[in-house]
């Protein structure tokens, strides 16, 4: 099973910081990954597809990077609404793996 | 609007069994890929097991095959998870998640259902 490595586990950061979280696959995966966000109680919620691809209605200030074995999910600017728990997924082959996830705080 | 809504979840004993459905609405389930995908308390998400719209392509991790069977009933709008012989690493929040069209990412996802496996 692909292995996917995600950093890092938790972060803190201010309104307004630039976020960068990253995940390494253990193989080579192309463009087939996915990013996730997730609010305590909450299911997740997709953001990125296809590593770099924006999910209709999701704010611009998220971007997704990358190809092969590294990737980035970028915030530009962190609004209150941002804090939350950030996953990767890699959908190039099954088993699908996510990574451990980071947790984003309030600094 | 496109809806997921599990039910089925609940306290059973170790060896026992539970069958999680998720009811679909708001768009032609037949079309798409469907998902399981749980979360233990205070762990990350973990992919269970994906069905194809026709039920061709059926996959599961390796924590489940052989214990959990996914199915899913095109004409009810229906995903079932049929889990047997849990043990208590199968307690989580069980979700059902969509996959995006002309994408496998999962683009909608149900609110999930507890399942907590005890004696």
């Known amino acids: 099973a692909i292995q996917m490595t995600q950093s890092p586990s938790s972060l803190s950061a201010s309104v307004g910081d630039r976020v960068t979280i990253t995940c390494r696959a253990s193989?080579?995966?192309?463009?087939?990954l996915g990013w996730y966000q997730q609010k305590p109680g909450k299911a997740p919620k997709l953001l990125i597809y296809?590593?770099?691809s924006l999910q209709s209605g999701v704010p611009s200030r998220f971007s997704g990077s990358g190809s092969g074995t590294d990737f980035t999910l970028t915030i530009s600017s962190l609004q209150p609404e941002d804090f939350a728990t950030y996953y990767c997924?890699?959908?190039?082959?099954?088993?699908?793996?996510f990574g451990g996830g980071t947790k984003v705080e309030i600094k | 609007e496109v809806q997921l809504v599990e039910s089925g979840g609940g306290l059973v004993k170790p060896g026992g069994s539970l069958r999680l459905s998720c009811a679909a609405s708001?768009?032609?389930?037949?079309?798409?890929?469907m998902n399981w995908v749980r979360q233990a308390p205070g762990k990350g998400l973990e992919w269970v097991s994906s069905?194809?719209?026709?039920?061709?392509?059926?996959y599961y991790a390796d924590s489940v095959k052989g214990r959990f069977t996914i199915s899913r009933d095109n004409a009810k709008n229906s995903l079932y998870l049929q889990m047997n012989s849990l043990r208590a690493e199968d307690t989580a929040v069980y979700y059902c998640?969509?996959?995006?069209?002309?994408?496998?990412?999962?683009?909608?996802w149900g609110q999930g259902t507890l399942v907590t496996v005890s004696s």
């Open positions: 998640a969509r996959d995006s069209y002309g994408d496998p990412d999962f683009d909608y």
């Open positions: 708001g768009f032609t389930f037949s079309s798409y890929s």
């Open positions: 069905i194809s719209s026709s039920s061709s392509y059926i």
């Open positions: 193989q080579g995966i192309r463009n087939d």
């Open positions: 296809a590593a770099s």
């Open positions: 997924l890699q959908d190039y082959n099954y088993p699908r793996t």
